[in-house]
């Protein structure tokens, strides 16, 4: 049977954007069952002005010369290759509410639930992880 | 190094983590169970990955060549029916058989696919993989009345290479089980 793998992503820099989908990509390619949720800053993830709003904590600037010359994807790339992968993208209800944000703000394909939904998800996971 | 051959090349050379492992599992949806896949990759981390990958998802991890800055790694797509072989020819040796009869120089075709068997072959056998074992009947012609051994990974390919061999006249094949993946004989690389 499938691994499952159910990951939270609650931080809005573009470094946690590369260990989210990262993570989340390489799972389904080893033909686990994946399920992200985003909640508070982790929204910026898949907002879909996120390329404007996944920026590097303070500190964190010298990193952008390193995405370059590694030639990482980008983060609209990797989202692609995880939605085609069938891994599920969950915004979280009550984070939207409180930071104004409309299902329409985001990417397609994103479900919108709470914090059950993630967990009838994460109690038959393999793996759990938060970012 | 001479190039392998390979059913399918991917060139992931430039990408970093996780686009290698990410572009071998699309690759390997659209291959053939048997057919082996070329990975070209620059990523130092793609070493590790991909034989983890492989390993997980229930493929064969056949090995990686460096060449200059790229790796080369070679996985075979597994069929799911080769970790139970159905041994239906009758003829059977073990590793150990086959192991004990190297000094008296036995004709031995081992038949995996090209990759494998430049990973490492016994001493002397020849590569007829199973594909080709067809066309090239005449060429084998010569050994029909000799003892032939016939070596694949698991018992399974060999079965396949065993049965029809007999029914176009070798009188003494004999298949050896289990086979490279469990051989502790001495090997040769061509890599």
Redesign the interface.
């Known amino acids: 049977m499938a691994k499952r793998v159910a990951i939270i992503a609650s931080h809005g820099g573009l470094d946690t954007a590369y260990k989210v989908l990262?993570i989340a990509?390489?799972a389904a390619?080893?033909?686990a069952e994946v399920g992200v949720f985003f909640t508070f800053d982790g929204l910026n993830i898949i907002h879909k002005d996120a390329a404007k709003r996944l920026t590097l904590p303070p500190g964190m600037e010298a990193y952008m010369e390193g995405f370059q010359r590694?030639?990482?994807?980008a983060v609209a790339e990797?989202l692609q290759?995880a939605k085609e992968?069938g891994v599920k993208l969950i915004a979280c209800q009550m984070t939207m509410d409180v930071m104004n944000l409309k299902k329409e703000d985001f990417i397609d394909g994103v479900e919108v639930g709470g914090a059950a939904t993630f967990l009838d998800f994460a109690y038959d996971a393999d793996v759990t992880l938060a970012f | 190094m001479e190039n392998l051959t390979v059913d399918k090349t991917i060139d992931c050379t430039?990408?970093?983590?996780?686009?290698p492992?990410?572009r071998?599992?699309k690759a390997m949806d659209a291959l053939q169970a048997g057919q082996v896949l070329e990975v070209l990759a620059t990523d130092p981390g793609s070493v590790t990955?991909i034989k983890s990958?492989a390993h997980?998802?229930g493929h064969q991890f056949i090995g990686t060549v460096e060449d200059g800055k790229v790796f080369k790694h070679y996985i075979r797509k597994v069929n799911p029916d080769e970790a139970k072989p159905e041994r239906r020819h009758p003829h059977v040796v073990s590793n150990a058989e086959l192991a004990a009869e190297l000094g008296n120089q036995p004709v031995i075709l081992d038949v995996r696919e090209p990759a494998e068997y430049a990973f490492g072959h016994i001493p002397g056998a020849k590569s007829v993989p199973l594909g080709e074992l067809e066309r090239r009947l005449e060429e084998l012609r010569p050994y029909a009345e000799q003892v032939v051994y016939v070596v694949c990974r698991t018992g399974h390919r060999s079965d396949m290479a065993c049965q029809w061999l007999s029914e176009h006249g070798f009188r003494h094949v004999k298949n050896v089980v289990p086979g490279m993946s469990a051989w502790t004989g001495p090997v040769e690389r061509e890599v």
Do not use: E, F, I, Y
């Open positions: 990262n990509t390489t390619a080893t033909d590694a030639q990482v994807p990797l290759v992968s | 430039g990408l970093s983590c996780p686009m492992v990410v071998t599992k990955d990958w997980r998802t």
